[in-house]
């Protein structure tokens, strides 16, 4: 049955006046030597420059993760296969030996070699250089050597002692501990191969970045498109067929929904929540729509650096007063499942309902913690409203809390992902903010790393707990894989009682394409695989 506050709510949001697309223009077109017609994608404005090291959200990812390739690759599925490496080998899970497969060359042409993925690490951990992804080294040995715990002193080294080249093709890691999984971290972003030219000259490259993936950096109109076209030596094992694509930034997801209707845009990888309703966008796009789960949680974060979320009385209040089914049926049509825990359910590792009551809708409960908590002022959810789907699902959390507690919940809109991006990483949000993780790879390990611990990539409450961090460096030095598991679910069970952020609903994509494209199907990171798709014209 549907939530009546809930359904009230969406019709205010089904009678908002659609926006017309301001960009116009055709979903895609050939490529400029006349060659393969490319193609045209939804985008968000990147929030930084295009460095590997430097980009954590889903802007800027995607486009990254279609210039280059990893030393790893993941199927659709999370299945995990060398790309770049010919092996990777270890009798210890401790020290590794990576050896690279030969022929793969950057977009300048010249070679990928061992060193270029050493110096490329080494770079990103080193804590003046103040690239986002840092923390994804913390496990190689001599880190703490390159980027000390205390952000005020300075590193007594340049390079991590764990890592050494041995020859063109060949380079060693070396852990602190043991790490069941660091093989199948190697596909994500933060461990790409950067060239000479970048370490020569940043800015230059920063202005026309090199990758070794199969697409090459074209140009760039802040806040309009990014342009790729097909990099032709690409030496992967699957060539795309198109010419090049189009990153094409909206400040309206409705606006890019429209223009896939009409053949404007040529794919968007998420439909905006008034389109689910009775599945509407079915009706829009018949045969030109897809629907599955992936690797991806949706989640709301307090932000713990201001006193007033101090309580976790307040934290709990707020999570059992949040009724996730009535938002998994009316803002999702029942396409998405609530979530019991901080790791969704087809993620390997995780354990099934880890939070229990404290995830279940219970207002009675939940009025009597608020209560306690002495919290006082208006409760508000803070969220970008550029991308699809996320204004909704917050709405409705909003009404359900003001339901709920009796208390009044304001939903504050920031216009674009890039403003809430920077108003995030300054402190600026003082109420409750709209987070979520997509897999970087198909780990628990991933959803809660680099989201929760001390200097984490994504730790954007700025949660601090001594027993999560005893829990996950046991997790993370275990020597196999089930006893990592164990540890991790362990610290998964900590997050549930200090509740730093409250998870909503395991997510699954729907997205749409134009006439125009066939074989449009998801990556792993749903994100359009640019390897398979087809244009037909």
Not at 5 to 30: H, K, P, Q, W, Y
Not at 232 to 255: L, M
Not at 479 to 494: C, D, I, S, V, Y
Request: charge should be negative; aromatic fraction near 10%; proline fraction near 6%.
């Amino acid at each position: 049955m549907r939530s009546r506050r809930v359904a009230a709510l969406l019709a205010l949001s089904l009678s908002t006046t659609l926006v017309l697309s301001a960009c116009g223009g055709g979903g895609g077109g050939e490529a400029a030597d006349g060659g393969a017609a490319t193609v045209s994608v939804f985008g968000t404005e990147p929030e930084n420059t295009l460095i590997p090291g430097n980009t954590n959200e889903t802007g800027g990812g995607k486009i990254v993760d279609a210039m280059w390739d990893g030393l790893v690759d993941y199927s659709a599925d999370g299945t995990v296969s060398n790309l770049v490496a010919q092996s990777i080998e270890t009798t210890d899970s401790k020290t590794f030996t990576i050896t690279l497969n030969e022929g793969w060359t950057f977009h300048d042409g010249t070679p990928v070699l061992a060193k270029n993925f050493v110096d490329a690490w080494n770079y990103t951990a080193y804590s003046p250089n103040g690239l986002a992804n840092a923390s994804f080294f913390a496990n190689v040995a001599g880190y703490a050597d390159v980027h000390p715990a205390d952000e005020n002193a300075q590193p007594t080294a340049q390079t991590m002692s764990g890592l050494k080249v041995v020859d063109d093709r060949t380079f060693t890691v070396e852990l602190s501990g043991p790490s069941a999984i660091f093989p199948t971290t190697l596909g994500y972003t933060v461990f790409y191969p950067l060239p000479d030219s970048f370490f020569a000259d940043r800015a230059a490259f920063e202005q026309n970045p090199i990758g070794n993936g199969a697409f090459r950096y074209e140009s760039r109109q802040p806040n309009q498109n990014v342009m790729l076209t097909r990099y032709d030596q690409y030496a992967g094992p699957q060539k795309p067929s198109i010419g090049g694509v189009e990153f094409r930034i909206y400040g309206d997801s409705q606006a890019a929904y429209q223009d896939v209707v009409s053949g404007n845009l040529d794919f968007l990888d998420t439909i905006p929540g008034s389109f689910l309703v009775d599945d509407l966008y079915k009706t829009d796009l018949p045969e030109r729509s897809g629907s599955q789960p992936y690797q991806s949680i949706n989640t709301m974060s307090f932000p713990l650096y201001d006193q007033r979320y101090s309580d976790v009385r307040l934290r709990q209040a707020i999570s059992m007063a949040v009724d996730r089914q009535a938002i998994a049926d009316t803002v999702y049509s029942g396409s998405v499942e609530p979530a019991d825990g901080f790791v969704p359910r087809n993620v390997p590792g995780r354990a099934e309902n880890q939070c229990g009551e404290l995830c279940t809708f219970q207002p009675e409960k939940a009025k009597q913690l608020f209560t306690e908590s002495g919290f006082t002022g208006p409760i508000e959810l803070i969220s970008n409203v550029d991308s699809a789907i996320n204004q909704e699902w917050m709405q409705a959390a909003c009404v359900s809390i003001t339901n709920a507690l009796g208390a009044e919940c304001r939903f504050v809109p920031v216009p674009t992902f890039a403003e809430f991006l920077t108003q995030r990483d300054q402190e600026e949000l003082t109420g409750i903010f709209r987070t979520g993780w997509i897999a970087d790879y198909p780990s628990i390990e991933n959803f809660l790393n680099p989201i929760y611990r001390v200097g984490g990539a994504a730790n954007d409450a700025k949660y601090n707990s001594p027993q999560f961090e005893q829990l996950m460096a046991r997790g993370d030095t275990a020597p196999t894989l089930p006893e990592a598991e164990a540890a991790w679910q362990e610290a998964e069970r900590q997050l549930v009682k200090d509740m730093p952020s409250v998870p909503i609903n395991d997510q699954s994509a729907q997205f749409g394409w134009s006439e125009r494209l066939q074989n449009a199907q998801l990556s792993f990171r749903r994100e359009l695989d640019l390897s398979t798709v087809t244009v037909t014209e």
